[in-house]
């Protein structure tokens, strides 16, 4: 893939004086923010099925959001990375800018408010089993929150990626490498949480949630796993608002329809609704 030539700050301060302060217009090849960006690969990809106006808006937006889940994935891998290093700063930072990716996540279903049943039955039959349910990158940030579900790897068994998938299902989650670290830093925490299974789902435990009323009861400015435990409170918040709008984007286009992907759409999404991300960090709000 071409390569952006980098220059130094001396070589832009020469050609802003050299042309006058207006932008450079003329390149040998492509422009050096196509080449960077890789416009011509990604503005290649919108290839509609059918002639509805509005079916180019449900593509542009699913490919967007594509592009956020790999985002989220990616910030949460690095925060995962600095709780293990014991580098809870980074960590809290990492979950900071998560938060502000899952909220311009949560913008992009705007783009979609405007569908109604009628927009879109005009090009839906034509999607035939494609369904969101199949996103490896969605499970990949499900996976990470610490959301597990066995049955939800087999859509993936032949699909590229699908062995990436599978180890991050047997991984620790972000909630595991936080508890491991709340052990680290002097929590009494049990055996069957510290060494559980992690391609299980994850059961809430008494011992967590005393661990996070400590947390929050030394209020004093250095308390790091406070600010920690605000920044995994804000992408559990804005992670609920992305499901809370996927439901309602459903309701609004579809109603109680059986879903693309073979599930009973609506209800299917209603029942997800109900497994919670860092379950003791909620709970333990209640003994504070």
């Given amino acids: 893939m071409p390569r952006v030539r980098p220059i130094s700050a001396g070589e832009r301060a020469e050609r802003a004086r050299a042309g006058g302060g207006l932008p450079t217009l003329d390149f040998e090849q492509e422009t050096p923010y196509d080449t960077y960006v890789g416009t011509g690969a990604l503005l290649d990809l919108q290839r509609p099925i059918s002639d509805a106006p509005?079916?180019?808006?449900?593509?542009?937006?699913?490919?967007?959001?594509?592009?956020?889940?790999?985002?989220?994935?990616?910030?949460l891998g690095?925060?995962?990375e600095s709780l293990r290093a014991d580098r809870v700063p980074d960590a809290t930072q990492a979950l900071r800018r998560t938060a502000l990716h899952l909220e311009g996540l949560n913008g992009s279903w705007?783009?979609?408010?405007?569908?109604?049943p009628s927009d879109f039955n005009r090009f839906r039959d034509l999607l035939g089993e494609?369904?969101?349910?199949?996103?490896?990158?969605?499970?990949?940030?499900?996976?990470?929150?610490?959301?597990?579900?066995?049955?939800?790897?087999?859509?993936?068994?032949?699909?590229?990626?699908?062995?990436?998938?599978?180890?991050?299902?047997?991984?620790?989650?972000?909630?595991?490498?936080?508890?491991?670290?709340?052990a680290r830093h002097g929590h009494d925490l049990p055996?069957?949480?510290?060494?559980?299974?992690?391609?299980?789902?994850?059961?809430?435990?008494?011992?967590?949630?005393?661990?996070?009323?400590?947390?929050?009861?030394?209020?004093s400015p250095g308390n790091q796993l406070r600010w920690?435990?605000?920044?995994?409170?804000?992408?559990?918040?804005?992670?609920?608002?992305?499901?809370?709008?996927?439901?309602?984007?459903?309701?609004?286009?579809?109603?109680?329809?059986p879903?693309?992907?073979?599930?009973?759409?609506l209800a299917w999404l209603e029942r997800s609704m109900t497994r919670v991300v860092f379950p003791e960090l909620w709970s333990a709000r209640t003994h504070m």
């Fill in 78 to 80: 690095g925060a995962q």
């Fill in 191 to 219: 055996d069957d949480v510290l060494g559980r299974d992690h391609g299980a789902e994850y059961e809430p435990h008494d011992a967590v949630e005393r661990a996070w009323v400590a947390v929050y009861r030394d209020d």
């Fill in 259 to 265: 879903g693309s992907g073979g599930s009973n759409g």
């Fill in 110 to 116: 705007r783009g979609l408010s405007w569908m109604t």
């Fill in 54 to 75: 509005g079916e180019m808006s449900f593509l542009v937006i699913t490919q967007v959001m594509e592009l956020y889940f790999k985002l989220i994935a990616y910030e």
């Fill in 130 to 182: 494609a369904s969101g349910l199949q996103s490896g990158m969605y499970r990949l940030v499900e996976f990470r929150l610490g959301l597990k579900s066995e049955a939800l790897l087999r859509p993936f068994r032949r699909s590229p990626g699908g062995d990436a998938l599978r180890r991050a299902f047997g991984e620790p989650s972000v909630w595991d490498d936080t508890v491991a670290l709340l």
């Fill in 228 to 257: 920690l435990g605000d920044a995994l409170t804000e992408v559990a918040e804005r992670f609920g608002d992305w499901r809370y709008q996927h439901v309602a984007a459903v309701r609004r286009s579809m109603g109680a329809k």
